[in-house]
């Protein structure tokens, strides 16, 4: 592909090739998107641009691949859609993207500025629908404004907490003559980032950590956004207190460090669970007390004080007081908390022995672990837990959302920020395929693994066309229980086993090995324990086509521990009507 050469200010061009210029100037490498009437104009300037253009089969998947883009390689994924239906068809990825913070930059066609408002044919107020959870998005009615918008959209949504931005772009401004002008430089009215922590309250935080005597590292995905998982280590280690790491900060701390204790919340470990209930003080970071972590609210960590550092001052206070509160970006405020907190140590090191005497006992008493099926079937976990072990450490896995998602997140081992991308806040099935898709595209020489549940793998399968005609060859490994698995263990838990259309048993329809073979990538399969190894070395094998596995593992398997949804922490169960022995910790 010929190289960028950069537009002279001035030169006089339609919107849509301003557009496309305007994001050639924004460093754009690859888009992913689905051409239609409204967006049309974009796309014959699109035919001559150095970005490469990845054809999806469905706007959904669009967004998805430019979320997993995105949270690989940190900076702004990007999709585009005609109007309609089309932008209808990003909603769901925009959203995604918004709960777990991605930069994201979604493109819409919107149909002629005249008839915006008339109900015309593929018209949708796709500005009005996305604005809960868009950072900013944009109507350009106006082609001369077209370098500016683009211009400001990937400025907004890089720069303070991550999110998506879409901008909406007329027909006929895309049609109109303008003359190109590539803004020098950004600021908006009403938007400055607050990136540098305030010095007194880096003092303030330094302090309240050498007062606790159990403190506990609150470790959210801002961490991991901000690039700061080498400052964290730093500061753990400064201190010597226990982690814990939310579902989005899966990776940002080792798993193998022993002051790990493992993931929090609903299918936490009951380690970090307990340590999060029992600590006198929070140390968060880049994280927003989410209910899946916390459970009910009023009973969530009751005797500890709250350090809350984010960049978004609006998280600060909003589910949880913060007793210190340190508005800035996660990693500047890492930084300077490090040599603060070594003053602050020098006078006053607290003693963290018994703390962590009593959590390295939970941790030993209550591993991770699970059951191997009476009947010999294949175990959901051990399949999922030799994913992890035969593909190494710098694999990146991406999930759909249920079981398997909790079971990914943990029985593999997360060495590294960036090799875990799940949708955390949205639990959007369908995930997994397309971000693996826009993670490999990210990631071209890293083996990506899609691990996805049998009712998942069938909403947003279509993309492995896309991967096998565009050279992306991804794996997929598909848990495939014949049920959407979580919500039958909430009928097993909760609704007597009563299994209201949660079965997707129908004698192997799909058979998803011929399907991924229709689809130009190469399909297997695996049933037995004993084949379980060599199934997945055939796959890492091959590396030249999209690889689908049909593991066909047990039905009845449940994701613990677990705490059930509105209770409290202090509830977790690891199996069914089995509870921690309280009795004989020391707590």
Request: charged content about 15%; proline content about 6%; glycine content about 8%.
């Amino acid at each position: 592909m010929a190289k960028h050469v950069p537009t002279v200010n001035g030169t006089e061009m339609t919107g849509a090739t301003a557009l496309v210029k305007s994001l050639e100037a924004a460093g754009v490498d690859v888009m992913f998107g689905l051409p239609g009437g409204a967006i049309l104009p974009a796309y014959d300037p699109i035919y001559d641009s150095t970005i490469r253009h990845i054809l999806v089969r469905h706007e959904q998947g669009a967004g998805h691949a430019a979320t997993g883009y995105a949270q690989v390689t940190g900076r702004a994924g990007v999709c585009i859609a005609t109007s309609g239906p089309g932008a209808t068809n990003l909603v769901t990825p925009l959203m995604d993207a918004a709960m777990d913070s991605v930069p994201l930059l979604a493109i819409t066609g919107q149909v002629p500025s005249a008839a915006i408002g008339t109900d015309a044919f593929q018209e949708a107020d796709i500005r009005g629908i996305t604005m809960p959870f868009t950072k900013h998005n944009y109507l350009v009615t106006n082609p001369d404004e077209i370098p500016g918008v683009i211009a400001e959209a990937f400025h907004i949504a890089t720069t303070g907490r991550p999110g998506p931005v879409l901008v909406d772009i007329a027909k006929d401004a895309l049609q109109k003559m303008t003359k190109y002008n590539w803004p020098t430089s950004i600021k908006l009215a009403g938007y400055n980032p607050k990136t540098t922590p305030d010095a007194q309250a880096i003092t303030d935080a330094a302090a309240l950590i050498a007062q606790s005597s159990k403190p506990v590292f609150y470790v959210g995905g801002g961490v991991i956004k901000a690039n700061a998982h080498a400052e964290l280590r730093q500061l753990v280690e400064l201190l010597g207190g226990p982690v814990v790491t939310t579902l989005m900060a899966r990776g940002a701390f080792p798993d193998s460090h022993p002051l790990h204790m493992g993931m929090p919340g609903m299918h936490g470990t009951v380690a970090a669970v307990t340590a999060l209930q029992k600590a006198d003080l929070l140390i968060t970071l880049g994280a927003r007390f989410d209910d899946r972590v916390t459970g009910k609210l009023s009973t969530f960590a009751p005797n500890a004080k709250i350090l809350h550092a984010d960049i978004d001052p609006a998280e600060i206070g909003k589910n949880r007081h913060a007793d210190v509160a340190v508005v800035g970006d996660v990693r500047e405020t890492i930084a300077a908390l490090i040599p603060a907190l070594k003053a602050a140590l020098a006078k006053n090191k607290p003693d963290l022995t018994a703390w962590l005497r009593q959590m390295n006992s939970l941790k030993s008493t209550y591993p991770l672990g699970f059951d191997t099926p009476d009947d010999g079937s294949l175990s959901p976990q051990l399949v999922i837990q030799r994913l992890g072990q035969i593909s190494g450490t710098d694999t990146i896995f991406t999930a759909g959302v249920g079981q398997h998602q909790m079971w990914a997140s943990q029985f593999i081992s997360y060495e590294h920020p960036r090799t875990w991308l799940n949708s955390g806040g949205a639990g959007t099935m369908g995930y997994g395929v397309p971000a693996a898709m826009g993670a490999k595209v990210g990631a071209p020489d890293t083996t990506v693994w899609a691990i996805d549940g049998d009712g998942c793998f069938q909403m947003t399968n279509q993309e492995l066309v896309t991967c096998a005609l565009n050279n992306i060859p991804i794996k997929v490994a598909i848990i495939n229980n014949e049920s959407l698995g979580m919500v039958r263990q909430w009928q097993t838990l909760f609704y007597d086993s009563r299994y209201s259309n949660t079965s997707l048993e129908s004698k192997r329809v799909p058979n998803f090995p011929m399907l991924a073979e229709s689809m130009g990538c190469v399909g297997l399969s695996c049933e037995r324990p004993e084949d379980l190894d060599k199934t997945i070395e055939k796959a890492m094998s091959i590396n030249d086509q999209p690889v689908v596995v049909d593991f066909r593992v047990h039905r009845d398997a449940m994701v613990w521990p677990m705490v059930a949804a509105g209770t409290s922490n202090d509830e977790i169960m690891i199996a069914r009507a089995t509870a921690p022995d309280w009795d004989s910790q020391e707590l």
